[in-house]
């Protein structure tokens, strides 16, 4: 965003300064405010969260909170795109230099085992669980994991229920994010009743890939669509990226106790909205099903409903009427989703006074290890 003439103004949208702040807040509450209210903080009108009220021009009306979350979002995906570009550029150079020196040991490594190395890539799943067991060994503080997919079953929970009772032992505190169908999950629920306040849950529409980083020192991601290589990351920035990305994700995911927020268009499911927006975007069945952890029967019965309440009788049609009722933009916890290793297709989920503004400046493993 810019500020006055070619100046970047010094915050986004996601972190205003106090007046700003305040005076959106009030707009907010109040459904307006003076524009003279604003003058003192032009950037609400830079950062288009107030805009001139058409019936009035005297007044600033504010955008509503949903459509500022979604502007967000569209920035966490962003990111995470361009995360994966980044690590796909990362794997493809290594392969590369790899054959064409793989008598030379990387800096750091002892005996060619390519300990202390930044990245490694560990193809099959024998050397993916031994390094995932090995990390899990040396963690003594945090664990953090996306799991996308579905319904997760009972066994699948309980294959590595031992590490995660480990580090619940050692003090281990861990936080998971999961599609919103993982809700509908009983073993999923009785793990966390199991591990008391040890493990916290939050959920979003859709997730990233399957992500795991111990202690915020090394982290597990995928590495090929068959789920059978992985990368073990040890290199600080690019942890801390996928940190920041995790980080930012689990601001906007809802805790798996509290009920799903409801987006106040009649006839139209939270799923539902979330299916629109996809196919929005263009996705076939398929590709909505899979980013949102449900069958593609499930996916299809949910188009079939909203064609049915939007009044819409083709595909083409269904379109327009998205479009028409703005369910066309992606929403609350809305982000891309895979996954890193292999698992059992999951079970099908049931539905369910202004202060002056700032001045401006002269932008893995089959399973997780904790128990999955």
């Not at 979002?73 to 990111?79: I, N, P």
């Not at 963690?139 to 319904?151: A, K, N, R």
């Not at 699948?156 to 050692?170: I, T």
């Not at 966390?192 to 982290?219: N, P």
Request: include cysteine; glycine fraction near 10%; hydrophobic fraction near 40%.
């Amino acid at each position: 965003m810019t500020g006055h003439g070619t100046d970047e103004h010094p915050h986004g949208a996601d972190r205003l300064c106090e007046a700003g702040d305040r005076v959106y807040s009030r707009a907010v509450r109040r459904g307006r405010v003076p524009r003279g209210d604003a003058d003192l903080v032009p950037c609400l009108v830079e950062l288009a969260l107030l805009h001139p009220d058409p019936d009035d021009m005297a007044w600033l009306v504010p955008t509503s909170p949903q459509e500022v979350m979604t502007r967000l979002l569209r920035g966490v995906y962003d990111e995470v795109n361009a995360s994966q570009r980044r690590v796909g550029s990362a794997v493809a150079a290594f392969e590369s230099y790899a054959r064409l020196g793989s008598q030379i040991q990387p800096a750091g490594a002892g005996s060619g085992s390519g300990e202390g190395t930044a990245l490694r890539v560990l193809d099959g799943l024998a050397r993916i669980q031994a390094a995932m067991d090995e990390a899990t060994e040396a963690c003594t503080t945090e664990v953090l994991t996306v799991q996308p997919g579905g319904i997760r079953r009972e066994y699948e929970l309980s294959e590595g229920l031992h590490r995660a009772l480990a580090l619940r032992e050692r003090g281990v505190r861990m936080r998971d994010l999961y599609n919103h169908v993982a809700r509908h999950g009983q073993g999923l629920l009785n793990y966390l009743e199991l591990m008391g306040g040890t493990v916290e849950a939050r959920t979003l529409d859709e997730v990233i890939e399957r992500l795991i980083v111990f202690d915020r020192t090394v982290a597990f991601i995928p590495a090929n669509a068959e789920r059978t290589v992985a990368l073990e990351i040890r290199h600080p920035a690019l942890v801390q990226y996928l940190v920041t990305v995790f980080e930012r994700l689990w601001r906007f995911a809802v805790p798996l106790t509290a009920p799903l927020p409801d987006k106040g268009i009649e006839g139209i499911s939270h799923r539902e909205r979330s299916i629109a927006a996809l196919l929005a975007e263009g996705h076939q069945d398929a590709v909505v099903a899979e980013r949102l952890g449900i069958s593609v029967r499930t996916c299809r019965a949910h188009i079939a409903r909203l064609s049915e309440t939007l009044g819409a009788v083709s595909r083409t049609q269904l379109g327009v009427r998205i479009a028409q009722a703005g369910l066309d933009g992606p929403q609350h916890g809305s982000v891309a989703s895979g996954g890193l290793i292999s698992l059992p297709a999951p079970a099908e989920a049931p539905d369910s006074g202004p202060a002056p503004c700032p001045p401006r400046a002269p932008a893995p493993a089959p399973e997780s290890p904790t128990a999955r």
